[in-house]
């Protein structure tokens, strides 16, 4: 038996995504680390509200690094910390960027992972 494709309206299903706020504030600070919180928040489709705490939490874990230049920030990610998921295994933040972002994103150290 052949399998069929059905068509779907995409428009008609609930509102959600398989990627986290998290994972989506990563992925705009990969492709524009010099991006203010309103346009991260625009990338990820969140308000700028979720931004600060989503980008706080991921300074806290070790996963951006934030700098001042004059006065706007720049954000450096952390390539080498595994991604939190159970279900990749031992997956690193670098291959997410890798699968993900469609260029390799330059402007990013490999920050020394901590002990």
């Not at 008609?12 to 398989?18: E, G, I, N, Y």
């Not at 690094?65 to 998921?85: F, K, T, V």
């Not at 997956?91 to 260029?103: I, N, P, S, T, Y």
């Amino acid at each position: 038996m052949e399998a069929r494709r059905v068509q779907t309206d995409l428009s008609t299903l609930r509102s959600w995504s398989f990627i986290t706020s998290h994972a989506q504030v990563l992925l705009a600070v990969a492709r524009n680390p010099d991006a203010s919180i309103a346009k991260i928040a625009e990338a990820a489709e969140i308000t700028e509200r979720t931004t600060y705490r989503v980008l706080a939490d991921l300074q806290q874990a070790g996963y951006v690094r934030r700098s001042r230049h004059g006065r706007q920030n720049r954000y450096e990610i952390n390539r080498a910390l595994p991604l939190r998921d159970a279900t990749v295994g031992h997956g690193l933040v670098g291959d997410l960027l890798k699968l993900v972002v469609e260029e390799e994103v330059e402007g990013h150290r490999l920050l020394p992972r901590r002990a």
